[in-house]
Each structure stands twice: as C-alpha cells, then as structure tokens.
C-alpha cells in the first residue's frame, strides 16, 4: 500500500478503509471505475454520495502546493460514471500562474481518460472564481452539480450566475467534446507523432493553437498534456501545467523525465513555447522540444 494513504485510510472507519485499501496499489492513478465505487459502496455500506466525499481527503494526499500548503482535492464524475481525481500543484519558483487547480487537474485527468462529459464536481473547498470559469467551459457547464463537505448540492449556476462562456463567443463545440483538426509534421520518431495526434484533439478555439505535450518517463511511458483554452482566457490549462499534473497524479517523480516534446499549430495566433519551457525548467533539466506543425 503507498504510504501517502495510510495516514487517510488510518483516519476512516475500518468498514470504509477495508474497502478502498485493495485499490490504493503502486499502480493507482486517481481513478476509479463505476463498478469500482460501487463495490466501495455495498462494502463499506455507505451511499456514493458519501464515498465521494469520503475520497477527498485521498484526492487531497495528491496535492502538490509548495507555495500555499494548500492542499486542495477535486473529484469528477463523467458520463459513464467513472471518477476521476485532480489536486493543486504548484511548481516552485515560478509565478502564480503556473499553478494547476484541483478541478482543472480533475477535468483535465477525466479529459485525457476519453471522458466527453462531466456529470458532478466534488472538491473539498469551494471553487475559486477561476475554477468555477474553468468548469463553464464544459457541456452544459452550467448544470454540473459541484458538491461540497457539509454543504447542500448547487449547480455551477448557483456559484457563477450570469456567466460568460464559450457561446458569447460563438463557440458551439465545447471542452471534452470530440473533434480534430489537420496537423502535419513530417517524422517517423514516436514521441513527435503522439505529440502530433494530441495537439489535433487539443481545445484551443480562441487562438487556434491546437497544441500538446508528451513527457517521455526514463520507464519509457508517455505522460500527455493537452492545450484546454478558456472563454476568459486567464483560466486557460497549459498542455505542459496538464502533464506535470498527470506526473502527480501518478506519483511518478519529474527527475525520470528523460524528453518532452511539444507540438503547436501554424495557425495559432500565440505560442506555449516560452511558457512551457519555463514550466518544465522548475522541475527537470531536459531541454523541451518545440515544433510547429503544419495546419
């Protein structure tokens, strides 16, 4: 059992611990399948409502904020009732802005798992204004029910009224949903053609700079990041603040990247590249790979 549960599972009632212990291997990834919770459900005889909650503070022991020491965990629960977690990350000296929030790492973990909709939000602190801009970006935003410790269920329109969203903008195909766009990149190496399929499912309908990241680990697995863009922009999730995420998510440790490309449209009107290489020199010391990609 990895140790940043024991102290969680020490802390609930043994019912409840029983039944989540046989999950929290080396292998889990902050996600757990339909039939999974409600096995969690019938063992620790608690509703899913309450195992939701229950999983926060295991969401939470995700959590990566050396700047705030906040720590903050979100679960999200897609359409086929799978659940996926997301926590805070922060990377040491760099601007605030490089920040991941729980629900982004959530919705970015549910996203990338082939999720095309999210049905509920659970977060152990109430979304901040850039979350809850972030969380209207998806199909029909404004109806996701985020549930809270000791607070009654509310859709995102209780927390963000008179909202503004990607259809002010004229947006009609919203984050999660499926889509793709032509990107061409003439090589034959493995990592820049995963780089490449992924930047052509990224959301990016503002600046049309369909872009992602792929992170070799020194295992030889690959870790992906997706550009998600944002209506108010600000609340954008960089591909590369979304693999280091995943990195997190997974507990696998930033010194065994070994290589990390990144891939963006011609067609964008901005570039990651800058951004991206800054985020990654917090943490590693591989040189990131920038290429553009023929749209």
């Known amino acids: 059992m990895p140790t940043p549960f024991v102290s969680v599972l020490n802390a609930m009632p043994t019912q ?10 080396e292998q889990f990834d902050g996600a757990l399948s339909g039939a999974q919770l409600s096995h969690i459900a019938d063992k620790s005889q ?5 195992v939701y909650l229950a999983l926060l503070p295991i969401a939470a022991k995700l959590a990566n904020p050396p700047i705030s020491h906040f720590h903050v965990g979100a679960l999200v629960i897609g359409g086929s009732g799978n659940l996926y977690m997301g926590a805070n990350l922060e990377l040491p000296n ?8 729980a629900e982004q790492s959530a919705i970015s973990h549910a996203w ?10 659970i977060v152990n602190a109430s979304p901040c204004g850039h979350c809850r801009q972030f969380i209207n970006e998806l199909h029909l935003g404004k109806n996701i029910n985020i549930h809270l410790p000791e607070q009654d269920t ?13 259809s002010d903008l004229g947006v009609t195909t919203p984050l999660l949903h499926k889509h793709s766009v032509a990107l061409t990149y003439a090589s034959d190496d493995k990592l820049v053609q995963t780089a490449l399929e992924q930047a052509s499912i990224s959301y990016a309908p503002y600046s049309a700079c369909h872009a992602a990241v792929v992170l070799e680990m020194k295992s030889g697995e690959y870790v992906i990041g997706r550009y998600a863009e944002n209506a108010a922009f600000n609340p954008s999730l960089l591909p590369m603040q979304m693999a280091l995420s995943h990195i997190n998510l997974r507990r696998l440790d930033y010194q065994d990247i070994q290589r990390a490309v990144l891939v963006e449209s011609s067609a964008g009107q901005i570039s990651l590249a800058d951004m991206s290489q800054s985020s990654l020199a917090s943490v590693s010391n591989v040189k990131l790979e920038s290429l553009i990609a023929s749209a």
């Open 16 to 25: 409840l611990a029983d039944a989540l212990a046989p999950f929290l291997t």
């Open 46 to 50: 608690l509703s899913l409502q309450q």
């Open 94 to 101: 760099q601007a605030l802005n490089h920040s991941v929030h």
């Open 112 to 121: 990338i798992k082939g999720e095309t909709e999210i049905k509920d939000i």
């Open 154 to 166: 509310a859709p995102l329109s209780y927390y963000l009224p008179y909202a503004f969203g990607p």
